[in-house]
């Protein structure tokens, strides 16, 4: 399998109360996970805050390093990693996306689901995703072997081979020029 693209998995964390409680249930440095498909993250996605201000009411999210969540808590530490995937695995995580961004009014974010998942209690509904069981259903989707755990979680998705960067979101630019 001939290989020429690459996905970034973006572990962070803001330290704001609701990061913290994820933390202590998941038992996990990261408590959010996003799917990035280019190297400066500008094309990054997730399920998450919709508004930066308001720490409950969540759904599909274009993220970045300088926009919404991100930019309002400028302290957030972040895990990159990469992984090359072929064109063919690119585009179908790309239409998947383009597909939940046109249609985002049909998903919800999957709040009962994430306060289980601290517990390892899978709740599922159709088109729900939290953050962790979008990014494993964007993989899924493009048969990425990841071997991912049915009740997955951000830090589930360190891998240590494709590890690309560590330390504050905001700084990551200034690390890859």
Known sequence: MVKSKKIYIVLTYTGTLLSKIIKF?????YCHVSLALDKRL???YSFGRINPYIPFI???VHEGINIGTFKRFKNTITEIYC????????NIIKQEIKNIKYNKKNYKFNILGLALAGINYKYQKKNTFYCAEFV?????????ELNLPDIVKPMDFRYKNNFVYKGLL????EVIK
Do not use: C, D, P, W
């Open 25 to 29: 249930s998941t038992r996990g440095n």
């Open 42 to 44: 500008r094309k990054m």
């Open 58 to 60: 969540g759904g599909f």
């Open 83 to 90: 992984i090359e995937v072929t064109n063919k695995q690119y």
């Open 136 to 144: 494993k259903y964007l993989t899924n989707q493009a048969n990425i």
């Open 170 to 173: 905001r700084e990551y630019l």
